[in-house]
């Protein structure tokens, strides 16, 4: 069975940039999770998409949007890039959403690192 | 503000020892507690989680423990092997009831096992 794919594995961007990052989950996973990893901060959430619909949303500006289609392929982009989005950014997918178990149950892609100039 | 803190940055333990992982939370809506293990240019991995019903939960190797009270909760591993070095974060939960489950990590520590 095939992991977690993310795509583009890496990228540069400058200033004022946008960015789209995809995200294919692992198949038959329906929530499908982003978050940000930076040296400064750490792990952080930015959000859950389960069935097309964002459930859950971590402390992230509104430049920070996803979408979710219906084979759950995910997809998350940062308007009006800052240098400070240069970080790696995860997907994680599971059979089930946060609440039904999903949290522990996360299998993590190789992440998309992005470099904002 | 750190919700979640894991105030050491890396240990060394030697193989066959035990290591143990700490993590300091502020928040009280946490309610369920995991830790990930990553590897370099991989994505991290769940390892073992615990409910704030319960004070420890142990999975072979790996043992975590929950004092509510204090709001500290520890990961330890008997015995340490050299596989598991890698960077552990971890990460707290609130949201119980279907509302928000945001998922807040620490920054990790770095654990070295040498043989």
């Known amino acids: 069975k095939a992991g977690v794919t993310q795509t583009p594995r890496y990228l540069i961007k400058t200033r004022g940039q946008q960015v789209t990052l995809s995200c294919s989950p692992i198949?038959?996973?329906?929530?499908v999770s982003w978050y940000q990893q930076t040296p400064g901060q750490g792990l952080q959430f930015l959000f859950e998409y389960f069935s097309e619909t964002q459930r859950n949303k971590g402390n992230f500006p509104g430049r920070f949007s996803g979408r979710q289609f219906s084979n759950s392929r995910s997809e998350m982009n940062v308007s009006t890039l800052e240098l400070g989005d240069s970080a790696l950014y995860l997907c994680a997918s599971s059979l089930v959403p946060f609440e039904a178990g999903g949290r522990n149950t996360q299998y993590f892609g190789p992440g998309t690192r992005l470099t904002v100039l | 503000d750190q919700q979640v803190k894991q105030n050491s940055p890396s240990l060394s333990v030697q193989e066959g020892r035990i290591s143990i992982l700490n993590c300091d939370y502020t928040?009280?809506?946490?309610?369920?507690f995991l830790w990930y293990k990553k590897y370099p240019a991989e994505g991290p991995t769940f390892l073992i989680s615990i409910s704030s019903i319960k004070d420890k939960n142990e999975d072979g190797r790996f043992t975590v423990f929950l004092n509510k009270s204090a709001k500290h909760l520890s990961l330890h591993i008997v015995p340490s092997q050299p596989g598991d070095s890698a960077v552990y974060f971890c990460a707290a939960s609130e949201g119980s009831g279907g509302s928000n489950y945001k998922l807040t990590f620490g920054k990790g520590t770095l654990l070295t096992v040498n043989p």
């Open positions: 198949s038959g996973h329906r929530s």
């Open positions: 928040n009280s809506m946490f309610d369920y």
